[in-house]
């Protein structure tokens, strides 16, 4: 149930986009409103994305945050969270990533899937199968805009799940010719491997991240479109990354995606 009004809501999503675009930290939005729940959280992130959009800028996805056993206990919470990935967030695979925009970026290795036809909420694991078009390797750097990435679910969640930039690799994939959960990956920082995984950290299966985007969604009457690229969660820790450091993943089977911070 929404426990503050629209003016609130209002102030806080200019509060946190400012910080966003201005590469600055700020205090978590809990210290100053404590009694904000989930659904004050989801109404700032949304005015956040509508201020964006009222701006000129385009959506280029969503992606599923917190999707992984280890990163959900870590927050003690149940519940994956959900944000949207803007256009200007998007920068080329073997890129430079400017670090004078970001506070404090972070990078995770995921499997990005990119849908066929509208998914709406509550569905099952073989309908959002039978909704995707094809699958990408990526690479999320997060930003959270809270000071040294400490924050509840409520603040991080209004926070856009500490959206910030994302790069995709060029080899796309047919579902039936990957096994997701087995996939593996390999996240080297400066040549060393800091990172390993499979796609089954993501909740077994990246695919059952869809699946929790759609009916998270579903509780705001929103669905998944169709074209919709969605990052389904980090398989790796994320990794902290400075300017002067060069990243390279290896997914098995779908090519590397690399990155240079500048
Ligand atoms: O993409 C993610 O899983 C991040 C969600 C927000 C939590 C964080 O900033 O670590
Ligand atoms: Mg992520």
Known sequence: MTTVAAEVVAELAE???SAELEARDVVKITDTYPD????DAYDIQWEIRRRKLERGTRLAGLKAGLTSRAKMKQ?????????????????????????????HPKVEAEIAV????????PCHMGQALAAIDFVLPAVEIIDSRYENF???????????ASSSRFVLGGRMAELRDVDLPTLGVVMEKNGEVVQLGAGAAVLNHPVSSVVLLANMLAER?????????????????????????????R?????NVTMRFV
């Open 15 to 17: 509060y946190l986009e």
């Open 251 to 255: 997914y098995q089977g779908l090519g």
């Open 221 to 249: 009457d929103a669905v998944i479109p169709a074209g919709t690229l969605i990052l389904t969660g980090g398989i790796t820790a994320a990794v902290a990354v400075a300017a002067g450091d060069a990243i390279n993943v």
């Open 36 to 39: 904000l729940d989930f659904e």
């Open 150 to 160: 400490r924050f509840d679910l409520v603040s991080v969640i209004a926070d856009n």
């Open 114 to 121: 990119v849908t066929k036809r509208e998914l709406r909420g």
């Open 75 to 103: 927050m003690g919470v149940e519940t994956p969270i959900y944000g949207f990935l803007a256009d200007y967030f998007e920068r080329p695979e073997g890129g430079e990533i400017a670090t004078a925009d970001l506070i």
